[in-house]
């Protein structure tokens, strides 16, 4: 009977997974990161039209970037609506796009 020695193979098989789990971990803490500056930057543009609606465009800017760091991309009529659009950069090592969110208010203005 032949006896082999196995003693390295576990610290070799655990030097293999580690970098996979880490990265996992880090793209899984970027990703909820993204997701929570999308959330923050629909509800920021969402104020933003409400404010523009009663006509205050000067302060949704300032709402925007106060909630969510992110920047409008424009202010519109849209019919009956008051309509803005803005986006935000992810801010993860992972180049993805930017963020979008575009939110609309009956104009108080009429």
């Given amino acids: 009977m032949r006896w082999r020695d196995d003693g390295g193979?576990?610290?070799?098989?655990f030097a293999v997974i580690v970098p996979a789990v880490v990265l996992?971990?880090?793209?899984?803490?970027?990703a909820l990161g993204a997701l929570g500056r999308q959330v923050r930057l629909?509800?920021?543009?969402a104020q933003a039209a409400r404010l523009a609606a009663r006509g205050e465009?000067?302060?949704?800017?300032?709402i925007?970037?106060?909630i969510s760091?992110?920047?409008?991309?424009?202010?519109?009529?849209?019919?009956d609506l008051v309509c803005v659009a803005a986006s935000a950069s992810v801010s993860?090592?992972?180049p993805l796009p930017d963020l979008h969110a575009?939110?609309?208010?009956?104009?108080?203005?009429?």
């Fill in 24 to 30: 996992l971990i880090a793209l899984t803490v970027g």
């Fill in 42 to 45: 629909e509800q920021a543009v």
């Fill in 64 to 66: 925007v970037d106060a």
């Fill in 69 to 79: 760091g992110g920047r409008v991309d424009g202010v519109g009529a849209d019919g």
């Fill in 92 to 94: 993860i090592a992972v």
């Fill in 57 to 62: 465009p000067d302060r949704a800017a300032q």
């Fill in 102 to 110: 575009r939110s609309c208010a009956l104009d108080g203005g009429r």
């Fill in 9 to 13: 193979s576990a610290t070799a098989e």
